[in-house]
Every structure is written in structure tokens, then in C-alpha cells.
T-cell receptor, first 113, second 113 residues
Framework: EAGVTQFPSHSVIEKGQTVTLRCDPISGHDNLYWYRRVMGKEIKFLLHFVKESKQDESGMPNNRFLAERTGGTYSTLKVQPAELEDSGVYFC???????????FGDGTRLSIL | RKEVEQDPGPFNVPEGATVAFNCTYSNSASQSFFWYRQDCRKEPKLLMSVYSSGNEDGRFTAQLNRASQYISLLIRDSKLSDSATYLCVVRIAGGTSYGKLTFGQGTILTVHP
């Protein structure tokens, strides 16, 4: 069984540009989560999809971040325009049920210059 | 005050040693508790869930004290391969944020020969 996959593994962009991160959850997992770890801080929740619906987006930092999960399969997280403080590692996780363990992808390491 | 607090360490122990990590959480509505392990530049992986009665998985023992809002992880007979960052993770009960995991900053463990 393939795990959670994220693309790209690394992204380096300039401030003001746009970047789109992609997450493919484990097949059959309705629940998909985005988390972020910025330098020196703990991993923090961004949002949670159940199928294609946003269940909880309380962790999204501001309206420069847009997450989508059209069709309830893969998800994208777009940052537009990127700012320096957006640098960090963005993790995606998925779970079959909300009570089930969350399985994490390797993360996308995002650097804003 | 952080929602989940851990001693960041680092803990440097010889092979075969016993080491204990502590964690406290501030939200009394927290219902589910976990220890995750994260290797350098890799994704967090679930090590074990933590139950009120305490639970053991091989060399690892987890304890939960709800009254004190305190979680612990004990590793016996440490192996070199145990070197990693150990993340204390909680999830609150109910509501739209039920899927959200809240992470501590992590405790770094290095086991040396």
C-alpha cells in the first residue's frame, strides 16, 4: 500500500511568488490534514478535509493560503503571494476514519527568499 | 502557554540505558494522546497511543495522568536506532476540531555506543 505522498519535496521561491503543494493521501482515506512546522517551532495544524469538504480550517494563517480537495482525492495547498514567514516544512496526513491514526507524508520543505 | 509542553532535551544516553520523557497538556478537553517519533528530515510516525491505564509495547511504556494532565514515555534498554525526536501529541474531544492533532515541540534523544 502506497503511503501519503507529497510533491514537491523541496521548493525554493522568491517572496511574492506563488507556490502550490500537492498531497496524495492513502487510497480510501476520507480524512486529509495539512500541518506546518516553521523553524524552531512545533508542528501546527492548518486544516482538515473530510472527502472534499473542509471540516476545520481554524489553523489557516491568513487568506494567502488556499487549500482544495476537488473530488475528495488529492489535495493542493496554494500560497499566494508567498512571504518570508511562510518558510517551513508542510506536512500532509491522512486517516481512514477521524478516530484512526494519521499517517504523514515526508513533507514539502518550502523556502521563501 | 503552549498547549503541549515537552522538555526539548537533548537527552544523550548510552546504549542499554533507560530514559523517560515527560509531557504536559493544558486543554482539559484533550481526549486522545499519542507519542510520535520523527527521524531527522522525515515524517512523524506514530509510535504508540497512550491509554488511561497505561500501556506497553515492547521496550516502550506510556503513562497518562488525566488529573495532572501529564503524559510520559519510558524507553528501556535503549538502542542506537531509538535516536530520534519524540513528539507528544494530543487531540481534543468532539466538535469540528476533533481531527486536529496538537503537537509538542519534541524531545531529542541521542543514543550513543
Amino acid at each position: 500500500e502506497a503511503g501519503v505522498t507529497q510533491f514537491p519535496s523541496h521548493s525554493v521561491i522568491e517572496k511574492g511568488q506563488t507556490v502550490t503543494l500537492r498531497c496524495d493521501p492513502i487510497s480510501g482515506h476520507d480524512n486529509l490534514y495539512w500541518y506546518r512546522r516553521v523553524m524552531g517551532k512545533e508542528i501546527k495544524f492548518l486544516l482538515h478535509f473530510v472527502k472534499e469538504s473542509k471540516q476545520d480550517e481554524s489553523g489557516m494563517p491568513n487568506n494567502r493560503f488556499l487549500a482544495e480537495r476537488t473530488g475528495g482525492t488529492y489535495s493542493t495547498l496554494k500560497v499566494q503571494p508567498a512571504e518570508l514567514e511562510d518558510s517551513g516544512v508542510y506536512f500532509c496526513a491522512s486517516s481512514q476514519g477521524i478516530n484512526q491514526p494519521q499517517h504523514f507524508g515526508d513533507g514539502t520543505r518550502l523556502s521563501i527568499l | 502557554r503552549k498547549e503541549v509542553e515537552q522538555d526539548p532535551g537533548p537527552f544523550n544516553v548510552p546504549e542499554g540505558a533507560t530514559v523517560a520523557f515527560n509531557c504536559t497538556y493544558s486543554n482539559s478537553a484533550s481526549q486522545s494522546f499519542f507519542w510520535y517519533r520523527q527521524d531527522c528530515r522525515k515524517e512523524p510516525k506514530l509510535l504508540m497511543s497512550v491509554y488511561s491505564s497505561g500501556n506497553e509495547d515492547g521496550r516502550f511504556t506510556a503513562q497518562l495522568n488525566r488529573a495532572s494532565q501529564y503524559i510520559s514515555l519510558l524507553i528501556r534498554d535503549s538502542k542506537l536506532s531509538d535516536s530520534a525526536t519524540y513528539l507528544c501529541v494530543v487531540r481534543i474531544a468532539g466538535g469540528t476540531s476533533y481531527g486536529k492533532l496538537t503537537f509538542g515541540q519534541g524531545t531529542i534523544l541521542t543514543v550513543h555506543p
